[in-house]
């Protein structure tokens, strides 16, 4: 004969939720790490369907060029348009991803950020190497890590697009110049003679 105190301890323990365990610190940090490489890895292969998956619904990207997407598709749309079709304005880009360290998590939500050595190809097939520093927000949706938010930027004082310039403004300064004391010497002479 079943006893009472068996009835009831089934009961109870037929209508306790079963206790979800949460994943280990590492186990987390190891599905980051994952994620970026996918992430990294569909870049490199022009696969930007590939990485639909990886953002939150609502994330906002703004990379270097501080062109603010919002939502999966904007971001995808913007690597087709930066890397894809008669227009596009680079061949490639490969990008080097560096943590200052592990990511930052609280709770469901982490914190991510580090340095990027990049290469971009641009259409033309010139390189430009370019650092950055990187941070992004990283939230547990639907029992994944998503990014939430990304933004990337060079140094605004010391980065390769400026040391064009640079270097372009000192040869127009010296077109310029010879060109200016080349005619300031034909009027001289036309003057004098």
Do not use: C
Not at 61 to 75: A, K, L, S, W
Not at 95 to 119: C, K, M, P, Q
């Amino acid at each position: 004969m079943i006893s009472l105190t068996a009835v009831l301890i089934a009961a109870v323990l037929w209508t306790v939720p079963a206790v979800a365990q949460e994943p280990s610190p590492e186990a987390l940090h190891n599905e980051i790490r994952k994620m970026r490489d996918d992430i990294l890895g569909a870049i490199e292969r022009g696969d930007f369907d590939a990485i639909v998956p990886h953002l939150h619904p609502n994330v906002v990207f703004t990379p270097m060029n501080n062109d603010v997407r919002r939502g999966p598709e904007e971001v995808r749309a913007y690597f087709n348009r930066m890397l894809k079709g008669p227009d596009a304005v680079l061949k490639s880009v490969k990008f080097n991803i560096e943590v200052d360290r592990l990511t930052d998590i609280y709770g469901e939500t982490g914190l991510a950020f580090g340095d990027s050595n990049a290469l971009y190809v641009l259409s033309s097939g010139k390189e430009l190497p370019m650092p950055t520093r990187w941070s992004s927000a990283l939230v547990r949706h639907d029992g994944r890590w998503k990014i939430a938010a990304f933004h990337a930027s060079p140094n605004a004082f010391d980065n390769p697009i400026l040391g064009q310039a640079r270097r372009l403004a000192v040869w127009a300064g010296g077109i310029g110049l010879a060109l200016g004391l080349g005619l300031g010497l034909l009027i001289g002479r036309r003057r004098r003679g």
